[in-house]
């Protein structure tokens, strides 16, 4: 009974770390992030700029918390925590989307859409290099008329 007790307790063990290096391991965004402007192109002046990017792995999913400033210069928080699987959470302190709905395409990929009030207003594809040192994002917002305007912000990985 004592050994069979101590090996179902050794299998559970066993079971939770795999199930957790690979939930985590795959994720190679993971880490500290810093925009590099001399890499990155802005469709305008008039675009958010996340200066730094942080994605923590917590019990509840991914939390991205990234810091920078407004269209107006303004300092600005955002952040929101998912499972990177589709699924909308809110999105706080964006002045662009109230709700992420992020999608793991694969261990270096991600795409995220972008919702204010229901409607998409960005698309955003995020990519870790393979030497995983610099991570691109790829911003393609819906303008007033429709029409799209491309970003793509380079961080490299602190």
């Known amino acids: 009974m004592r050994k069979n007790l101590l090996v179902s307790s ?4 066993v079971a ?8 985590f391991a795959s994720d190679n965004w993971v880490g500290s ?6 890499k990155s192109t802005f469709a305008s ?19 991205l918390t990234a810091e920078g400033t407004d269209p107006q210069g303004k300092a600005m928080q955002v952040g929101f925590t998912s499972n990177f699987d589709g699924k909308e959470v809110a999105w706080t302190g ?3 989307a109230d709700m992420a709905s992020p999608r793991r395409i694969d261990d270096n990929t991600y795409e995220n ?3 204010m009030s229901g409607k998409q207003t960005m698309t955003a594809k995020v990519v870790v290099s393979n030497d995983s040192k610099t991570l691109t994002v790829t911003q393609t917002p819906t303008g ?4 799209a305007a491309n970003s793509v912000a380079v961080y490299d990985r602190q």
Request: proline content about 4%; some cysteine.
């Open 10 to 13: 050794l299998l559970v063990c």
């Open 16 to 23: 939770m770390l795999m199930g957790s290096q690979t939930a």
């Open 33 to 38: 992030w810093k925009l590099n402007t001399e």
């Open 45 to 63: 002046d008039d675009v958010t700029r996340a200066q730094t990017l942080k994605f923590e792995s917590t019990p509840a999913g991914i939390k």
């Open 94 to 96: 964006n002045p662009l």
């Open 113 to 115: 859409v972008w919702k």
């Open 144 to 147: 007033a008329d429709g029409e």
